[in-house]
């Protein structure tokens, strides 16, 4: 039978809510064993500020998974109900025996008190039957649990006395309790302790500059790691720079831009030598191949352009100065009264609201996966040369630059012959000016090569390593978050969803600059890839499903009714007047409401059995904690339609975003993060997933910089990326990520 289907109101978290007053949020991640057993996120186990001896690294709880989906997979492999003795047992305590009785979530609950008469007697059989049955897997799950945690522990433990190093950023480090009410939870996200070896003549360094976001840092770091394999060095790697983003710069200019940032927020790097007057401030008297292979195209290399930089520069300070600001190391000036929700864009004047704070890789990936592909690391936390020329323990000539005088300049290939010049120019058709010999570049006696921005795809090309490609493909699976304050909401939100097999992601952006003003090419596109490509739906009836939700068209009647009505009713609404299609939507769905009320209260029983009802055993129907937003597709051809669908999205309203409607449209289950992160009886029952705003607490102990909002995109990164399917935005580095690298890496668990 029909379900009942409630409008409810956008729901929209705090976070989303104060954006713009809220700068410093952010998001994080964390590993929790949803594949072995459905855990609670109050277990004292589980909860990553209980004090133990020897804390459990991340690696402990690897959820298990197949490597690629299955087309049928239990329940109680992903957690959803693995021990019903043990969660009736705490459920009778919270919601006593009538809370337990787990209606389908695609229905939302008409409690009368007749049908809490006739609910109540059923569910008394149905409990005292199926816990005859269950109560001996739930507890041998349990045990067994408990039996592969406690060896875990022991393992760990062995290691920890053995001189093992525990992980940067596991939460047991967290300088307040989890469980506190409110308050800060201050964290460090230094690097691990990768020391050089000073004492081997023949180690090799390869360093590099990164810029920009968090994601074009993480292909430049993807990129060096390939560098550093085809060319058996160890690479140095830099903090991650989270904050104001500093855009493509050419070597020079990126050396200035790292060091003015260090000495405008020292307490982020937690060093004693990060003073103005600090003798390591000068760069170093390097040997570079601006000398050897100048650039007089370039536009660091042409003395008039410079010049008028220069000139403009100092005009700038000039103007500040006058006007009575005082002005920061790295130019900008400091406005007195101005304050982060008085801004609205990236203008100087704004530059010194926005908190800028530094990560270490370690924090939010695990970068031994890199090392198990051949390529040693060496962290480079101080990123001045004076101070690299010390760390490394070698004179400034066992130093080359490989130097980049102006944005997209170099390119690595190994095409060029072993006795090509270092440095050509690209003939190929591309946007790198030059080219540099990977094969000259491999015979330089140097022990250290350093490289400005190693940003963009295609920047390293080889052709004559044939497991090049998966060299590649292992550094990108290797950038895959692995923190546990990330992946501990994130699989909490996955088990909600019912085990990663049974739901599938999307990560629209729709929110900023380019892809705001292409949000809704970008997201038909988007659409039709998933609906079509990946779902595998047949290209008409996925047309047909278009004309019904397509952002032109109002969304919210029942599917049956629009397609009984056809055409014609389109037609209709796009004329009606402004405002009568919004009251005929509702009216047409009270009459629904009220026709299901008349059907009486035995259908609308028999349609959460199992045993009589199809959409028990429909992917919605293992849902947890969770109500679709619409009645699911009663139509044969329209099933696939019916799977729960996590949506990813910087939109700040995404219910009400037309650039989204699509989605809502078709997918009745379609789920966002506010969903999981805020009360609400309509949606979650009122249960929120506590981890989420535990990770929002976060802070970086160093600077005192909030961590929340900074990790939301993260985290919701990783819910769509551990999707059974995954597709993203166009031309976004982000999602592109998400929807490959990041997914591969969870499916491959």
């Not at 009368?112 to 507890?139: D, M, N, Q, R």
């Not at 009410?181 to 990768?194: D, F, N, Q, S, V």
């Not at 290209?539 to 599917?559: F, K, S, Y």
């Not at 009606?576 to 299609?581: N, V």
Request: net charge negative; proline share 7%.
């Amino acid at each position: 039978m029909p379900l009942p289907f409630h409008r409810s109101q956008a729901s929209l978290s705090a976070r989303r809510a104060t954006a713009d007053t809220d700068h410093t949020r952010s998001t994080s991640l964390s590993l929790s064993p949803v594949s072995l057993f459905p855990y609670s996120e109050k277990d004292p186990f589980l909860s990553p500020t209980t004090p133990r001896s020897s804390p459990p690294s991340p690696h402990t709880f690897h959820p298990t998974s197949p490597v690629s989906p299955t087309s049928h997979v239990s329940d109680h492999e992903y957690g959803v109900a693995a021990s019903p003795a043990s969660k009736r047992r705490r459920d009778v305590v919270q919601k006593g025996i009538l809370g337990q009785v787990q209606l389908p979530p695609s229905a939302k609950r008409t409690r009368t008190s007749t049908w809490l008469l006739l609910a109540s007697a059923t569910a008394v059989v149905i409990v005292f039957a199926v816990s005859l049955k269950s109560t001996t897997l739930g507890e041998s799950s349990l045990a067994g649990y408990r039996s592969r945690a406690s060896e875990k522990l022991v393992e760990l433990a062995a290691a920890q006395a053995s001189g093992g190093s525990s992980w940067a950023s596991d939460p047991v480090e967290a300088s307040a309790s989890i469980e506190d009410a409110g308050g800060e939870i201050a964290i460090t996200a230094l690097p691990r302790t990768r020391r050089p070896d000073l004492d081997d003549p023949d180690a090799r360094y390869l360093g590099f500059l990164p810029h920009s976001g968090f994601h074009n840092q993480r292909i430049a770091l993807q990129n060096a790691l390939l560098l550093g394999k085809v060319l058996n060095r160890t690479v140095l790697v830099p903090p991650v720079w989270i904050g104001w983003p500093t855009p493509t710069q050419y070597y020079s200019d990126l050396r200035q831009s790292w060091l003015d940032i260090m000495l405008t927020n020292p307490s982020s790097f937690n060093l004693s030598t990060v003073a103005p007057d600090s003798p390591l401030n000068p760069p170093a008297s390097f040997t570079s191949s601006a000398t050897t292979y100048p650039c007089p195209t370039c536009m660091a290399d042409n003395s008039t352009f410079l010049a008028e930089v220069q000139a403009a520069a100092a005009a700038k300070q000039s103007r500040w100065h006058d006007a009575g600001y005082e002005t920061r190391p790295d130019g900008y000036p400091v406005v007195p009264g101005l304050k982060f929700e008085d801004c609205k864009s990236y203008s100087p004047e704004c530059r010194f609201t926005y908190r800028d704070t530094f990560l270490s890789w370690d924090f939010l990936v695990d970068l031994d996966r890199a090392r198990a592909v051949g390529v040693d690391l060496v962290d480079r936390w101080d990123l001045r040369e004076r101070a690299l020329v010390e760390q490394l323990g070698v004179a400034e000539s066992d130093v080359y630059v490989v130097e980049d005088r102006e944005t997209y300049d170099f390119q690595f290939s190994d095409r060029p012959e072993a006795d090509a010049p270092l440095i050509d120019d690209n003939l190929t058709v591309s946007h790198y000016k030059r080219v540099v010999s990977l094969r000259t570049l491999k015979t330089l006696e140097h022990k250290v090569v350093l490289l400005g921005s190693l940003f963009g795809t295609g920047r390293v090309r080889t052709y004559h390593e044939p497991q090049a490609h998966e060299w590649s493909e292992a550094f990108g699976q290797a950038m895959a978050f692995r923190n546990p304050w990330l992946l501990r909401p994130a699989d909490a939100v996955v088990a909600r969803l019912g085990g990663r097999a049974n739901y599938v992601g999307v990560h629209a952006r729709v929110g900023d600059g380019e892809f705001a003003r292409r949000a809704r090419q970008n997201m038909e596109r988007a659409w039709r890839e998933l609906v079509v490509r990946e779902m595998g739906v047949d290209e008409a009836l996925a047309d047909e499903m278009w004309d019904l939700v397509r952002p032109n068209v109002v969304v919210g009647r029942r599917r049956s009714e629009r397609a009984r009505v056809g055409a014609a009713a389109d037609e209709a609404t796009s004329s009606a007047p402004d405002g009568q299609d919004d009251a005929r939507v509702e009216a047409d769905e009270h009459a629904q409401g009220a026709q299901l009320d008349r059907r009486g209260l035995l259908d609308e029983a028999k349609s959460w059995l199992p045993s009589l009802d199809r959409t028990a055993t429909s992917p919605s129907s293992r849902l947890v904690n969770l109500t679709c937003r619409a009645p699911l597709h009663t139509d044969p051809r329209l099933e696939a339609f019916n799977v729960p669908l996590y949506l990813a999205t910087d939109s700040r309203t995404p219910e009400h975003d037309l650039n989204l409607r699509a989605f809502f449209g078709a997918f009745p289950c379609t789920f966002v993060l506010d969903d999981f992160d805020r009360p609400d009886v309509e949606r979650n029952d009122g249960v929120v997933v506590d981890s989420v705003a535990q990770m929002g607490r976060l802070v970086n102990g160093l600077d005192g910089v909030p961590l929340g909002r900074l990790f939301l995109p993260f985290l919701e990164a990783i819910v769509a990326a551990k999707g059974r399917l995954v597709v993203g935005t166009e031309h976004s580095t982000f999602s592109s990520f998400a929807s490959t690298s990041l997914h591969d890496a969870y499916w491959a668990e």
